[in-house]
């Protein structure tokens, strides 16, 4: 699955030099946490998070009074907090490449570009969205959590023994195991009662780590 397919579109934005406490209203009243930054032209200045904008004040303060202070806040823009190094990525890169690339670099969101265009973000929020889709975490059925061998056919054991008890899988995600030699398989199930997964399971795994029953 590519990026193209998961992010948020149309683009919200904002300009340089937008005043930072109008920067915020907008933010909350869209219910988003950065805006990519845009000029005049269209072109990507920069990227602006909330935190940017509610840790903005002007320098110096000590000895103003609050009214002061106020007064220079609602002068600064956006431009002045912004972050200028941004990075992005394309449609066409893999959900698994962005979200590799956030968890990198401790960022909540990326601007994706289509040429030197600004045609949607992918954030924390698809990929989470898509982490519930994957586990199945809207639909009600039976939760199994295994552990098997690293080695190869161990996945088509699990589905050929769900398969022939006449079980439905319904989600299947794997995951690092606790060593080298082992992964962790979790997957959602229904037509099948608890105890006749736990039979047909029980051959191909080395432990059945957590089985219950989900009702959504």
């Known amino acids: 699955m590519l990026v193209g397919e998961r992010m948020t579109r149309p683009v919200l934005s904002v300009s340089p030099d937008m005043p930072i406490q109008d920067a915020l209203a907008q933010m909350r009243k869209e219910n988003v946490s950065r805006y990519p930054v845009i000029n005049k032209k269209g072109k990507l200045v920069g990227i602006v998070s909330e935190d940017d904008l509610l840790h903005a004040s002007p320098s110096d303060v000590t000895s103003l009074s609050v009214w002061e202070i106020n007064y220079l806040v609602s002068k600064i823009t956006v431009e002045r907090v912004m972050s200028t190094e941004v990075i992005t990525v394309t449609e066409e890169t893999p959900l698994e490449e962005a979200a590799r690339i956030m968890a990198d670099h401790r960022v909540g969101g990326l601007p994706v570009m289509r040429g030197k265009s600004v045609v949607g973000m992918i954030t924390q929020t698809d990929?989470?969205?898509?982490?519930?889709?994957?586990?199945?975490?809207?639909?009600s059925g039976l939760r199994v959590t295994v552990l098997v061998k690293e080695a190869p056919g161990m996945l088509q054991c699990l589905t050929k023994a769900i398969d022939q008890v006449g079980g439905n899988i319904i989600a299947l995600g794997t995951f690092a195991g606790e060593s080298?030699?082992?992964?962790?398989?979790?997957l959602k199930v229904n037509q099948i009662d608890a105890q006749g997964l736990r039979k047909a399971l029980e051959p191909c795994v080395l432990e059945i780590k957590d089985l219950r029953e989900i009702h959504i």
């Not at 990929?127 to 639909?139: D, Q, T, V």
């Not at 080298?180 to 979790?186: A, G, I, L, N, Y």
């Open 127 to 139: 990929l989470f969205r898509l982490f519930l889709e994957m586990l199945g975490a809207r639909e």
């Open 180 to 186: 080298t030699e082992d992964r962790e398989v979790t």
